[in-house]
T-cell receptor, first 113, second 109 residues
Framework: GAVVSQHPSRVICKSGTSVKIECRSL??????MFWYRQFPKQSLMLMAT?????????EQGVEKDKFLINHASLTLSTLTVTSAHPEDSSFYIC?????????FGQGTRLTVV | ELKVEQNPLFLSMQEGKNYTIYCNYS?????LYWYRQDPGKSLESLFV?????AVKQEGRLMASLDTKARLSTLHITAAVHDLSATYFC?????????FGTGTSLTVIP
């Protein structure tokens, strides 16, 4: 199957700093990528849909100025958590759609201290 | 509002037993997915069901789809400890995936 690489897998940052998470489709071109957030023992919550070459579509309640998404190429989407706070600590997962399937990155465990 | 509900949310079963996880969804869709998630890990694709009546099997897991009833099932046969994980179903519609509530499965020796 197709491979989606997400980096970093874990990051600890101080409050007020920004963190960038990368999501790469390694062996296919992904015109659409999805960013999810997952709280412990809960399902995935869609944050935004990222389309190559255009602005991301954010879900209701997700602050676009806080969670900056860039999809500059067909193989790379980035999520930047700006001015991070402890409540932003979570597990973030990206996925890329190819044909009828979605392939998921390994996830990023963000801890803001 | 589109809903994808799984039943049960928590399942504890003994090794060797059979059980079924149910996934109900509230929209029209002929694309249903099942994923497995281990603690601290991302999602692993198990099955992709693309038409009414689709049935797929892999090892001790079998998934089926009834688009008319808006229901998918994940059947576990003769459970083993390695199957302990959280299982999610997901529906694809409107260019996005909608995930179920998840079923946390624990297989007890």
């Amino acid at each position: 199957g197709a491979v989606v690489s997400q980096h970093p897998s874990r990051v600890i940052c101080k409050s007020g700093t920004s963190v960038k998470i990368e999501c790469r489709s390694l062996d296919f071109q992904a015109t659409t990528m999805f960013w999810y957030r997952q709280f412990p023992k809960q399902s995935l919550m869609l944050m935004a849909t990222s389309n190559e070459g255009s602005k991301a579509t954010y879900e209701q309640g997700v602050e676009k100025d806080k969670f900056l998404i860039n999809h500059a190429s067909l193989t790379l989407s980035t999520l930047t958590v700006t001015s991070a706070h402890p409540e932003d600590s979570s597990f973030y997962i990206c996925s890329a759609k190819m044909n009828t399937e979605a392939f998921f990155g390994q996830g990023t465990r963000l801890t803001v201290v | 509002e589109l809903k994808v509900e799984q039943n049960p949310l928590f399942l504890s079963m003994q090794e060797g037993k059979n059980y079924t996880i149910y996934c109900n969804y509230s929209t029209t869709s002929d694309r249903l997915y099942w994923y497995r998630q281990d603690p601290g890990k991302s999602l692993e694709s198990l099955f992709v069901l693309l038409s009414n009546g689709a049935v797929k099997q892999e090892g001790r897991l079998m998934a089926s789809l009834d688009t008319k009833a808006r229901l998918s099932t994940l059947h576990i046969t003769a459970a083993v400890h390695d199957l302990s994980a959280t299982y999610f179903c997901a529906v694809f519609t409107g260019n996005q995936f909608y995930f179920g509530t998840g079923t946390s499965l624990t297989v007890i020796p």
